[in-house]
């Protein structure tokens, strides 16, 4: 048999990409918790084995390197992140978890570091790091609210002066590739929304897809230009003037100390996990966990914010009349057409 007829006629609908194999080098050695790694782990649109197992054809295979999912330990799990420092790893995607400490205060010792210098068997720190690797990624990616701006851990009086990445490379950085920095906060990032955001590179290295849109503060525009408020099902609630008073109702939780209306995330509308959980949604107020002011501008988080007060009471003085309007006609839109019944004659207004 002609082993070229042998070969599906649909196999003409594949392409290979344009990058063969990308190396995805995690840092969680931030100052962070690791709750971003733990958090993707729970994504199904695509799931983390989704992606490495390659379920979604044309595109790059992948190698990641994330110390809490690794088979390998110690100086093994180091190696990629070395060979990459030493320009010997040209196609990999930099994922930052956690917040950068300020080195430069210290006089001597460091706020976090990950594996140790073999020339100065010293520590290498975050910002060492950075300085190494971020000249050579195609990508630079922030994982978690303290990667992309700085987070709880950057709040006043923390005692080091830790920040976000653009805050460090500059908000203006690009990578070798032409990249800006790629944000994706949340605290910690809902999974799909990281999951879909290396989704999107991964196309996008495989040069199937245009540059990746992103909003000011470095967001992919398509999960963060809505607010909580836009995709939160109890704005019905906010609009007829029904807010909570305690925990616990299914009214709008503003006064409660819901900041969901100035609040950029998709959460409510997306839910957390295959569509279930949230935050506001489902009783918890929004904190702004994805905010560049989070979470000094936000607190003491189960106050009324500010803006709050005037909205609800304005809408508190016409909501009362808007909701009894829409319970009368509600009433009317539950009873069924008067010519809906078993007499024997016909009333539905037809005529031969
Ligand atoms: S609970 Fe928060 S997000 Fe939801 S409607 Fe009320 S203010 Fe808006
Ligand atoms: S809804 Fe608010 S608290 Fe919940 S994840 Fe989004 S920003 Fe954070």
Redesign the pocket.
């Known amino acids: 048999m002609d082993p070229a007829s042998a070969i599906p006629y649909g196999r003409k609908t594949q392409r290979a990409p344009a990058l063969q194999e990308v190396h995805i080098l995690w840092i969680t050695a931030g100052l962070g918790c690791d709750g971003d790694s733990v958090s993707i782990t729970a994504a199904t649109q695509p799931s983390i084995e989704d992606v490495l197992l390659g379920a979604i054809p044309g595109l790059p295979k992948v190698h990641l390197h994330n110390p809490v999912l690794a088979y390998e330990n110690g100086d093994e799990f180091l190696a990629p992140f070395h060979a990459a420092a030493r320009g010997e790893l040209d196609n990999f995607v930099l994922v930052v978890e956690g917040s950068i400490p300020n080195e430069k205060i210290n006089r001597e010792g460091y706020w976090a570091a990950m594996g140790t210098d073999p020339k100065t068997q010293e520590p290498i720190t975050i910002p060492q790091w950075l300085d190494r690797l971020t000249p050579r990624a195609l990508a630079v990616v922030g994982a978690g609210t303290c990667a992309t701006y700085g987070g709880i851990h950057a709040m006043q009086g923390n005692p080091t002066g830790c920040m976000g990445l653009a805050d460090y490379l500059g908000w203006n950085w690009k990578s070798v590739a032409g990249l800006p920095i790629v944000n994706v906060p949340?605290?910690p990032v809902?999974p799909d929304n990281f999951m879909e955001t290396l989704l999107y590179l991964l196309y996008q290295l495989a040069g199937l897809a245009p540059m990746i849109p992103l909003d000011g503060a470095l967001r992919p525009k398509w999960l963060f230009q809505r607010t909580?408020h836009d995709g939160c099902d109890r704005a019905g609630s906010y609009e007829q003037g029904l807010f909570a008073k305690e925990y616990g109702t299914p009214n709008c939780i503003v006064k409660l100390g819901c900041?969901?209306p100035v609040?950029?995330?998709?959460?409510?509308k997306r839910g957390w996990i295959n569509g279930v959980g949230?935050?506001?949604n489902v009783g918890?107020?929004?904190?702004?966990?994805?905010?560049p002011g989070?979470p000094d501008k936000f607190m003491p988080f189960m106050e009324q914010p500010p803006g709050a007060v005037l909205s609800s009471n304005l809408i508190r003085s016409y909501g009362g009349l808007i909701r009894s309007l829409r319970k009368l006609t509600n009433s009317t839109l539950n009873e069924e057409p008067k010519w809906r019944h078993n007499r024997s004659r016909l009333t539905t207004g037809y005529s031969r």
Request: aromatic residues 8%; neutral net charge; proline residues 8%.
């Open positions: 949340g605290c809902q909580v900041w969901g609040v950029n995330c998709n959460v409510p949230g935050c506001p918890g107020i929004c904190i702004g966990c994805t905010m989070f």
